[in-house]
């Protein structure tokens, strides 16, 4: 699993962006990426685990976890 950090989130569209800890690239949040979760919402600078996926060559996140743990 990927760790990083809420830049920005629109729950009215589920779309946002996450800076990775490891290099500090963005990944996409697309609507639906938060589906399986217990969250319907992120807020900004709020840590994340998740798994990075390729969606037409944009990496996208899915299976969000909250915090260092993964709760």
């Known amino acids: 699993m990927a760790q990083g950090v809420v830049k920005s989130y629109d729950p009215n569209s589920g779309n946002g962006i996450v800076v990775l800890d490891t290099d500090k690239s963005e990944v996409y949040i697309q609507p639906g990426s938060l589906k399986g979760s217990i969250f319907r919402t992120l807020r900004q600078g709020q840590r994340i685990n998740f798994q990075i996926s390729?969606?037409?060559?944009?990496k996208t996140i899915s299976n969000v976890k909250i915090g260092q743990g993964g709760y």
């Open 54 to 58: 390729d969606i037409d060559g944009m």
